[in-house]
């Protein structure tokens, strides 16, 4: 409540909050989460708590009137429909030279991502996290991380029978025939789970179009994860529909301030809580825009020079292609993807072959490419406008379509296939204008030290996907995850 003073504020309930409470939690001290986003604990008016991505409602995206579908077209007809205003799901964030989408509730990314988790290959990990003991990550922190998740693997057999993993099978076929090595990605989706949706014993949902708003079903989000784990220590409480717009020094703690939300966006309430210590955990954009906002206000003027810098998109391009008629990639999809074409040595990119359930056979092939694109990006704060700026520029992604290529390009003259142009917009084969990995802003051993205790500001740490310098190799929850169970433990031995 207002005037409240707590040992340890934890801001955003994502992978790096959601591991803060719990661990400080188990270490006896009493946490206080504050998420923007709602509960999304609680049925709606068709029992169902989040909405499929085939009909999207005002449950789907984050205070927008129309929605705004990271894959935009089909057979070159726009596809977004008006929504009312609502505090939904998804954030479909614009900057000047990408969209960033982001999940917004409690358990952040966790409520809308493909659950894909996934281990950087150790080869690549001095590239992930420079500063950072690989030994300590590979033996402790990525087991940890993997095992509070709840990671596995889809099973073989079942995945080399079932028709709702013809579109992966497919991408198998393409990609060894063009001599590509072809990949399992782990996941948190509960496999026994899906295979009695196929079987018809339980309630479909990742095998009837439910992912990008939500699954009411089969995925082990940080809901049922990590913050189950936190909550039933009983020193762990969340506010939902509460929004930090400020931290300030207030005699060795910090005063917070905090806006309190209706579902139409708008501030109910402004309220201010006294915390010893305060974790930023509101996501790479989140942290980042709260960071540079107070360190420009002069609330936090000791932040250092590296706050709202190295920031990458992970190298995130999306592309289709258009098989034979003897390659349909089936009508029924799962749209949990669990399979990737490794191309990452050779030509910077790791594709993951990704599900486009739309409910009809389409003959496409679909991918998200993570690309080691070398652009950063800054936020800056804009005193005129109020609101904090990203300088990406839309021409940075070509690294990343020209790496993508190394595989497709090979793949389609294998084939004698084309690229397909209908899918984010008419004659448009690539989408180069959004991430859903959005990294870095904060970054580790810059703008802050070596476990994310921000520089200038004792009893301020950073603990989410901030902390990554823009790029992990491959998708980054499990990285985010790993670091945040590496940091924290090392904060409880030695700050509190
Ligand atoms: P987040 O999970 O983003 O959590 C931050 C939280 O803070 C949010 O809930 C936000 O609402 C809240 N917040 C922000 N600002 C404030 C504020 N001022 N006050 C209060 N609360 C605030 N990654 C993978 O590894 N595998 C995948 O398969 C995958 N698929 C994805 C698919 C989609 C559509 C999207 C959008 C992302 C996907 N990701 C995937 C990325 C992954 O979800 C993110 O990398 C991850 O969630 C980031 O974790 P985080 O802890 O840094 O922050």
């Given at each position: 409540?207002?005037?409240?003073?707590?040992?340890?504020?934890?801001?955003?309930?994502?992978?790096?909050?959601?591991?803060?409470?719990?661990?400080?939690?188990?270490?006896?001290?009493?946490?206080?989460?504050?998420?923007?986003?709602?509960?999304?604990?609680?049925?709606?008016?068709?029992?169902?708590?989040?909405?499929?991505?085939?009909?999207?409602?005002?449950?789907?995206?984050?205070?927008?009137?129309?929605?705004?579908?990271?894959?935009?077209?089909?057979?070159?007809?726009?596809?977004?429909?008006?929504?009312?205003r609502y505090t939904g799901v998804l954030d479909a964030e614009e900057f000047g030279g990408i969209t960033v989408y982001q999940g917004r509730g409690v358990g952040g990314g966790s409520l809308v991502n493909g659950g894909m988790a996934v281990t950087p290959?150790?080869?690549?990990?001095?590239?992930?996290?420079?500063?950072?003991?690989?030994?300590?990550?590979?033996?402790?922190?990525?087991?940890?991380a993997n095992a509070g998740l709840g990671v596995a693997n889809v099973d073989p057999a079942w995945f080399d029978s079932t028709p709702w993993y013809q579109f992966s099978r497919v991408g198998r076929k393409h990609a060894q025939r063009s001599g590509f090595p072809?990949?399992?990605?782990?996941?948190?989706?509960?496999?026994?789970?899906?295979?009695?949706?196929?079987?018809?014993?339980?309630?479909?949902?990742?095998l009837a179009g439910e992912i990008l708003f939500g699954n009411n079903h089969g995925k082990k989000s940080l809901q049922q994860t990590y913050l189950a784990r936190a909550r039933a220590t009983?020193?762990?409480?969340?506010?939902?529909?509460?929004?930090?717009?400020?931290?300030?020094?207030?005699?060795?703690?910090?005063?917070?301030?905090?806006?309190?939300?209706?579902t139409g966006g708008g501030v109910t309430a402004t309220k201010t809580v006294t915390a010893d210590r305060?974790?930023?955990?509101?996501?790479?954009?989140?942290?980042?825009?709260?960071?540079?906002?107070l360190k420009a206000t002069g609330a936090l003027p000791n932040l250092n020079g590296e706050v709202g810098k190295g920031w990458g998109d992970n190298g995130n391009v999306m592309c289709g292609r258009a098989n034979h008629l003897w390659d349909p990639t089936g009508a029924q999809q799962s749209t949990i993807p669990c399979a990737g074409i490794d191309n990452w040595a050779a030509g910077g990119a790791f594709a993951e072959v990704a599900p486009l359930p739309?409910?009809?056979?389409?003959?496409?092939?679909?991918?998200?490419?993570?690309?080691?694109?070398?652009?950063?990006?800054?936020?800056?704060?804009?005193?005129?406008?109020?609101?904090?700026?990203?300088?990406?520029?839309?021409?940075?992604?070509q690294p990343s379509i020209d790496m993508a290529k190394t595989i497709f390009d090979k793949i389609n003259a294998k084939e004698g296939t084309i690229?397909?142009?209908?899918?984010?917009?008419?004659?448009?084969?690539?989408?180069?204008?959004?991430?859903?990995?959005?990294?870095?802003?904060?970054?580790?051993?810059?703008?802050?030290?070596?476990?994310?205790?921000?520089?200038?500001?004792?009893?301020?740490?950073?603990?989410?996907?901030?902390?990554?310098?823009?790029?992990?190799?491959?998708n980054p929850f499990v990285t985010i995850t790993a670091l945040a169970e590496r940091n924290i433990e090392k904060i409880i031995a030695t700050d509190l």
């Open positions: 409540g207002d005037g409240a003073q707590v040992p340890a504020l934890v801001i955003g309930t994502g992978y790096g909050g959601s591991v803060a409470a719990l661990r400080l939690a188990q270490a006896g001290v009493d946490v206080h989460m504050v998420e923007m986003g709602m509960a999304w604990d609680t049925p709606g008016s068709d029992g169902k708590i989040f909405c499929s991505t085939l009909s999207p409602d005002h449950r789907s995206f984050w205070l927008r009137t129309r929605t705004k579908m990271p894959l935009n077209y089909f057979l070159g007809f726009p596809i977004d429909r008006d929504v009312s290959k150790r080869e690549n990990f001095s590239y992930v996290l420079p500063s950072v003991n690989a030994d300590e990550m590979y033996n402790t922190y990525y087991p940890r072809f990949v399992f990605v782990p996941d948190v989706y509960d496999w026994d789970y899906m295979e009695r949706e196929a079987a018809g014993t339980a309630t479909k949902s990742a009983g020193r762990v409480s969340i506010s939902p529909l509460h929004r930090v717009v400020s931290v300030a020094p207030a005699g060795g703690r910090y005063t917070v301030t905090i806006e309190q939300l209706d305060v974790f930023f955990a509101a996501g790479s954009v989140g942290t980042s825009k709260l960071l540079v906002k739309t409910g009809i056979e389409t003959f496409a092939s679909f991918y998200l490419s993570i690309t080691r694109n070398p652009n950063r990006a800054q936020f800056t704060w804009n005193g005129a406008t109020g609101r904090v700026d990203l300088n990406w520029q839309a021409s940075w992604k690229y397909r142009t209908d899918l984010f917009g008419t004659y448009k084969i690539w989408g180069d204008h959004l991430t859903y990995h959005p990294l870095g802003g904060a970054v580790l051993n810059r703008a802050t030290d070596n476990y994310g205790r921000l520089h200038g500001h004792p009893g301020l740490y950073v603990i989410d996907g901030a902390l990554i310098p823009g790029n992990t190799s491959v």
